[in-house]
């Protein structure tokens, strides 16, 4: 059983920065995968980023690489997403997830357990 708690996140403005903590319970955080998804009002919940877990291989959604960086501190038991250049359409609730998969983590369907969500706005 993982426990996920997301933190940060808020208001900013168009091209600016954000960056989003997720913290995980338990001594097995390196056994899980970590992912981000979001969901922004009256849409379906889209893939951001993913980490493999031990932090070598990262994904991304086109829709924010080059100017969101997912990382992951296993000491930490604690997975981040740092966003840059934001844009109004980056406003959603912005969740954390895990999955014990090694394949496929850039799919919601392979994710266990999921973070409560965090709300990232951006202004124009």
């Known amino acids: 059983q993982v426990q996920l708690v997301e933190s940060g996140g808020g208001l900013a403005q168009a091209g600016g920065s954000l960056s989003v903590s997720c913290a995980a319970s338990g001594r097995t955080f390196s056994r899980y995968a970590m992912g981000w998804f979001r969901q922004a009002p009256g849409k379906e919940r889209e893939f951001v980023a993913a980490i493999t877990r031990s932090g070598g291989s990262t994904y991304y959604a086109d829709s924010v690489k080059g100017r969101f960086t997912i990382s992951r501190d296993n000491a930490k038991n604690t997975v981040y997403l740092r966003m840059s250049n934001l844009k109004p359409e980056d406003t959603a609730v912005y969740y954390c997830?895990?999955?014990?998969?090694?394949?496929?983590?850039?799919?919601?369907?392979?994710?266990?357990?999921w973070g409560q969500g965090t709300q990232v706005t951006v202004s124009s």
């Open positions: 997830a895990a999955t014990i998969k090694i394949v496929a983590i850039t799919t919601d369907s392979s994710y266990n357990y």
